[in-house]
Protein backbone atom coordinates (compact mmCIF):
# COMPACT_ATOMS: atom_id res chain seq x y z
CA UNK A 1 0.00 0.00 0.00
CA UNK A 2 1.18 3.28 -0.91
CA UNK A 3 2.01 6.02 1.92
CA UNK A 4 1.58 9.05 0.00
CA UNK A 5 -0.63 11.78 1.39
CA UNK A 6 -2.57 11.52 -1.98
CA UNK A 7 -2.88 7.08 -1.56
CA UNK A 8 -6.29 7.79 -0.71
CA UNK A 9 -9.09 10.56 -0.87
CA UNK A 10 -11.53 10.94 1.49
CA UNK A 11 -13.99 14.31 1.90
CA UNK A 12 -14.00 15.78 5.19
CA UNK A 13 -17.60 16.91 6.73
CA UNK A 14 -16.94 20.16 8.08
CA UNK A 15 -17.83 23.37 5.87
CA UNK A 16 -14.37 24.73 6.57
CA UNK A 17 -12.46 25.98 3.97
CA UNK A 18 -8.66 25.74 2.75
CA UNK A 19 -6.34 26.90 0.36
CA UNK A 20 -5.24 24.30 -1.50
CA UNK A 21 -1.70 24.49 -3.23
CA UNK A 22 -1.90 24.69 -6.86
CA UNK A 23 -5.59 24.79 -7.06
CA UNK A 24 -6.02 27.84 -8.93
CA UNK A 25 -3.85 27.15 -11.74
CA UNK A 26 -6.15 24.03 -12.37
CA UNK A 27 -9.19 25.94 -11.72
CA UNK A 28 -8.12 28.08 -14.57
CA UNK A 29 -7.19 24.82 -16.69
CA UNK A 30 -10.60 23.98 -16.55
CA UNK A 31 -12.53 27.32 -17.20
CA UNK A 32 -10.34 27.44 -20.45
CA UNK A 33 -10.82 24.21 -21.53
CA UNK A 34 -14.67 24.71 -21.47
CA UNK A 35 -14.10 27.80 -22.96
CA UNK A 36 -15.87 30.12 -19.90
CA UNK A 37 -15.10 33.39 -18.12
CA UNK A 38 -15.26 33.51 -14.29
CA UNK A 39 -17.97 35.17 -13.92
CA UNK A 40 -19.86 32.11 -15.89
CA UNK A 41 -18.01 29.36 -14.16
CA UNK A 42 -19.04 31.05 -10.69
CA UNK A 43 -22.76 31.09 -12.08
CA UNK A 44 -22.62 27.66 -13.14
CA UNK A 45 -21.11 27.17 -9.68
CA UNK A 46 -23.43 29.30 -7.52
CA UNK A 47 -20.83 31.41 -5.95
CA UNK A 48 -19.70 35.00 -7.32
CA UNK A 49 -17.05 36.30 -9.68
CA UNK A 50 -14.44 37.51 -7.06
CA UNK A 51 -14.88 34.16 -5.26
CA UNK A 52 -13.64 32.52 -8.32
CA UNK A 53 -10.82 34.93 -9.11
CA UNK A 54 -9.48 34.36 -5.48
CA UNK A 55 -9.72 30.92 -5.98
CA UNK A 56 -8.31 31.55 -8.76
CA UNK A 57 -5.38 33.44 -7.22
CA UNK A 58 -5.03 31.33 -4.42
CA UNK A 59 -6.24 34.04 -2.05
CA UNK A 60 -9.45 32.33 -1.15
CA UNK A 61 -9.97 28.97 0.45
CA UNK A 62 -12.47 26.13 -1.01
CA UNK A 63 -14.34 23.57 0.85
CA UNK A 64 -14.72 19.54 0.07
CA UNK A 65 -18.50 20.36 -1.07
CA UNK A 66 -17.03 22.86 -3.75
CA UNK A 67 -14.78 21.03 -4.88
CA UNK A 68 -17.43 17.88 -5.39
CA UNK A 69 -19.42 20.37 -7.17
CA UNK A 70 -16.17 21.34 -9.70
CA UNK A 71 -15.48 17.80 -10.26
CA UNK A 72 -19.28 16.72 -10.94
CA UNK A 73 -20.08 19.52 -13.11
CA UNK A 74 -16.99 20.07 -15.41
CA UNK A 75 -16.36 16.11 -15.36
CA UNK A 76 -12.85 16.34 -13.68
CA UNK A 77 -11.09 14.15 -12.16
CA UNK A 78 -10.74 14.28 -8.09
CA UNK A 79 -6.97 13.51 -7.67
CA UNK A 80 -6.01 15.54 -10.40
CA UNK A 81 -8.70 18.91 -9.35
CA UNK A 82 -6.73 18.17 -5.56
CA UNK A 83 -3.10 17.28 -6.74
CA UNK A 84 -2.53 17.93 -10.37
CA UNK A 85 -1.74 13.95 -10.26
CA UNK A 86 -2.62 12.19 -13.29
CA UNK A 87 -5.39 13.47 -15.96
CA UNK A 88 -7.46 16.16 -15.70
CA UNK A 89 -11.06 14.78 -17.33
CA UNK A 90 -12.08 11.76 -15.97
CA UNK A 91 -13.78 9.30 -19.09
CA UNK A 92 -16.69 10.75 -21.07
CA UNK A 93 -20.21 10.35 -19.49
CA UNK A 94 -23.37 11.13 -20.94
CA UNK A 95 -24.03 14.57 -19.73
CA UNK A 96 -22.06 16.38 -16.46
CA UNK A 97 -25.37 15.94 -14.56
CA UNK A 98 -28.44 14.36 -14.28
CA UNK A 99 -31.51 15.95 -14.63
CA UNK A 100 -32.40 15.70 -10.59
CA UNK A 101 -28.83 16.18 -9.82
CA UNK A 102 -28.93 19.38 -11.42
CA UNK A 103 -32.55 19.80 -10.08
CA UNK A 104 -30.91 19.25 -6.39
CA UNK A 105 -28.08 21.76 -6.95
CA UNK A 106 -30.23 24.56 -8.22
CA UNK A 107 -32.48 24.01 -5.09
CA UNK A 108 -29.36 24.45 -3.30
CA UNK A 109 -28.46 26.99 -4.44
CA UNK A 110 -31.29 28.87 -3.50
CA UNK A 111 -31.37 28.22 0.29
CA UNK A 112 -30.20 30.82 3.05
CA UNK A 113 -26.40 30.15 4.18
CA UNK A 114 -27.58 28.55 7.80
CA UNK A 115 -29.99 26.18 5.83
CA UNK A 116 -27.24 25.39 3.30
CA UNK A 117 -24.81 24.37 6.28
CA UNK A 118 -27.33 22.49 7.91
CA UNK A 119 -28.24 20.39 4.62
CA UNK A 120 -24.56 19.94 3.89
CA UNK A 121 -23.75 18.54 7.24
CA UNK A 122 -26.65 16.07 6.69
CA UNK A 123 -25.22 15.43 3.10
CA UNK A 124 -21.67 14.99 4.18
CA UNK A 125 -22.70 12.45 7.10
CA UNK A 126 -24.48 10.77 4.56
CA UNK A 127 -21.59 10.64 2.04
CA UNK A 128 -19.10 9.07 4.63
CA UNK A 129 -21.26 6.87 6.07
CA UNK A 130 -21.90 5.50 2.54
CA UNK A 131 -18.44 5.08 1.63
CA UNK A 132 -17.85 2.88 5.05
Not at 68 to 73: D, F, G, H
Not at 83 to 102: N, W
Request: contains cysteine; glycine residues 6%.
Amino acid sequence: MNNSKTSEIKMSNDNRTKIIPGFGERLRQIRKAHNVLQKELAKTLGVTASYISGLEKEKSGCSDLFLKAVELQYNVSERWLRYGEGEMFKVKQEGFLKEDEARLLKLYRGLKPEQKSRITAFAMDAFIAAQE
